[in-house]
């Protein structure tokens, strides 16, 4: 992905936009931006928003006025205020760049050098990313715009206008707002799993579903469906591991397969199904993903690149550890409370 991202912004031609839950100081950051500068210096529209407490709490301000100063507009979604107030929970965890309104990159990875393995901190890091190009990849300059200009989205932007090709595969990307009434990326969830003849396929590195996405997976396990649960080996919030850990006995008691990737920490927020539907985004299944903040992910249609996506799915599951019910009932009785008082503050996580 980060070669791939290198080579398209290289040969932008009239805009890039980033828009990141996370940009750190490093190697990563260091080779986009010494990019971004020089496309901005040759009379791109280039710009950058972040988000005020994923990258806020970073070392990055430095790098972010070297960019502005060389022609790069950037700006911070919801800075962090130290003030106790509802709307520091409503953070841009999104991550998009969408260059020339034809090609675009989103998936799970921030630009921070943990994402392309520089780091080590949790063992191997494991994540994914899409590469659009044509017309849905539009819908994302829809997106960011919406953020850029309100830092909200409330406002009408007009969206591409629909394709006239036709064809048997599509992609139908979306975005999650803390302000509207339901939960898009729940609903894409679990439509994708109450529809699944064959199997199920999700890996995520925060797993926190609540009652009706647990019932969900669970009725789809007993009606006969192969259920396969991806999670970290090694977790970068331990206490959210633990969480996670607690709903691990009632899901394998009914068929539910979870496994827990071994070399390190994954990252991917992907699930597919069937072979046929595939979603790649950054909701993580969690209730600050499914509520709290603003997510967007692209649902897939019969894309060539399912296949790819299940032979991804294959080849991590054989670096990972299936939990058993032995597992569950080895867990000690003090851990097990911790993972139950932790869960009732979830949604702060």
Request: glycine fraction near 6%.
């Amino acid at each position: 992905m980060f070669r791939a991202l290198l080579n398209d912004i290289e040969n932008a031609h009239t805009s890039i936009y980033l828009e990141f839950y996370i940009i750190s100081d490093g190697f990563m950051f260091d080779r986009v931006a010494k990019l971004l500068m020089d496309k901005a210096s040759k009379g791109l529209d280039v710009r950058v928003l972040y988000d005020g407490v994923g990258t806020g709490f970073s070392r990055s301000n430095g790098l972010f006025r070297r960019l502005a100063a060389s022609g790069v507009k950037c700006r911070v979604f919801n800075r962090f205020t130290p003030f106790l107030i509802t709307t520091q929970n409503n953070r841009d965890h999104r991550k998009i760049v969408v260059i020339d309104g034809t090609t675009t990159f989103s998936g799970g990875a921030n630009i921070a050098d943990e994402y392309i393995n520089l780091s080590d901190k949790y063992g191997h890091w494991k994540d994914s990313a899409i590469r659009i190009k044509g017309a849905a990849a539009k819908s994302y300059t829809a997106m960011f715009m919406e953020l850029w200009d309100n830092n909200d989205l409330s406002a009408t932007v007009p969206l591409p206008p629909a394709s006239s090709v036709i064809t048997d595969a599509f992609i139908q990307p979306f975005s999650i707002s803390p302000y509207r009434s339901r939960s898009t990326g729940k609903q894409v969830y679990l439509e994708i799993i109450r529809n699944a003849q064959k199997f199920v396929h999700i890996t995520t590195p925060y797993f926190l579903p609540d009652d009706e996405l647990t019932a969900a997976l669970c009725t789809c396990a007993l009606k006969g469906v192969e259920v396969c649960v991806i999670l970290p080996g090694i977790a970068d919030k331990s206490f959210v591991q633990t969480i996670a850990r607690n709903s691990y006995f009632r899901l394998i008691e009914t068929g539910v397969r979870i496994f827990e990737y071994t070399p390190g920490f994954i990252h991917s927020k992907n699930i597919s199904a069937d072979g046929t539907i595939a979603l790649v985004g950054t909701i993580n299944l969690d209730c600050r993903s499914m509520y709290l903040q603003y997510e967007t992910a692209a649902v897939m249609y019969g894309c060539t690149c399912i296949k790819d996506i299940e032979e991804d799915f294959a080849y991590t599951l054989g670096l990972s550890e299936e939990m058993t019910r032995e597992y569950c009932m080895s867990r000690s009785i003090k851990e097990r409370f911790i993972g139950y008082f932790l869960n009732l503050l979830s949604p702060l996580f």
